[in-house]
């Protein structure tokens, strides 16, 4: 997350196995601009409705 937005670009966090519990701790890894559960989101549309 750190390096995307030190490079300008927007950060994307897939939540798919890398955390059980459901809580982000944005703290430590930065803030994403966005969030998917699982990698189906980016291609079926449902996380970037507006493009």
Excluded at 5 to 29: F, P, S
Excluded at 31 to 42: E, F, H, P
């Amino acid at each position: 997350m750190k390096g995307a937005k030190a490079a300008g670009l927007d950060a994307l966090l897939v939540t798919t196995g890398l955390n059980n519990c459901g809580e982000l701790r944005q703290d430590e890894i930065g803030s994403a601009d966005y969030v998917a559960k699982n990698l189906d989101q980016i291609f079926d549309g449902s996380l970037f409705p507006h493009l």
